[in-house]
């Protein structure tokens, strides 16, 4: 694990009280954000800017910088909640599928573009498991999809998020072609409408028999785009869910941070409440 850079933008959570949350979402197709309370409720507009492509982690935080400049000024946040389109952990970019491969991994791009907002506190999760924060009941196992520019997915249990697993990148049909390919942005525009909500159908259903789930929320810009009627326990949900779920990354329960238990998780460790 890269060590930690003594000079890294904190991470601890707000002061009890404090609500401003600068909320981000980042797309393949789209960068989106908003300042939000501590509910998810927007305190500001929803802005948005086309991703720039090609992409580079310095000119992906060039353009988020610029794109919540106007939001910062409206309203102060007190803390920085993204989304990213790929493998998240603590804090730092592991895969980009939407960027490319060079130059995007082991990226701590949160904690660079929190020191160019000066040096705010920051979480970055991947963007499915933020959009699902706002649409979970918090019963059960809850499972995400979200159907853009590629499928983003997400579980939880009981509320709490699971470990991430990128299923985008599993094949789903015999000659190999991965969730992203099948049901993605570029596969609708192919195949046309009709077709790929035949692809979407036969996903939920492998996704039902997968992970058991008690409930399904399909999200993302294409989720309008479903025209066959959708099983009791699966729902859609709005686009802006992106940004809303961004409040949950500071709730210490919806996020399990096994480093704040050490005593709890170590094998030889003991748990001692405070």
């Known amino acids: ?31 989106k954000a908003a300042i939000i309370d501590a509910n998810g409720q927007m305190k500001t507009e929803r802005v948005r800017v086309a991703t720039p492509h090609p992409c580079t982690p310095d000119q992906l935080v060039d353009a988020l910088a610029q794109l919540v400049a106007p939001l910062i000024e409206q309203v102060r946040p007190v803390c920085i909640s993204i989304g990213f389109p790929g493998v998240v952990r603590n804090n730092r970019i592991l895969t980009a599928p939407h960027f490319g491969i060079e130059g995007w991994h082991d990226i701590a791009l949160a904690d660079s573009l929190a020191q160019r907002l000066g040096g705010l506190p920051v979480r970055m999760i991947n963007d499915a498991e933020m959009q699902g924060f706002a649409a979970i009941e918090g ?101 802006d869910a992106g940004i809303e779920g961004g409040a949950k990354l500071w709730h210490p329960l919806s996020v399990r941070e096994t480093r704040q238990y050490p005593e709890a998780t170590e094998k030889t460790g003991r748990f001692k409440p405070k």
């Open 1 to 31: 694990m890269p060590t930690r850079n003594k000079n890294a933008v904190k991470r601890n959570a707000p002061k009890s009280g404090s609500e401003h949350i600068l909320a981000i979402d980042v797309g393949g197709t789209g960068l």
């Open 139 to 239: 019963r059960g196992l809850e499972f995400v999809l979200t159907l853009g520019t590629g499928a983003g997915t997400a579980m939880f249990r009981d509320g709490e998020l699971m470990p991430h697993l990128e299923l985008a990148h599993h094949p789903v049909s015999k000659k190999g072609v991965a969730y992203d390919e099948y049901i993605g942005e570029a596969a609708r525009e192919q195949v046309g409408n009709k077709r790929w909500n035949r692809r979407v159908e036969k996903v939920i259903g492998i996704l039902e028999s997968l992970v058991n789930y008690d409930k399904l929320w399909i999200g993302g810009g294409n989720a309008a785009r479903i025209k066959f009627a959708l099983p009791a326990n699966v729902a859609t949900v709005s686009n």
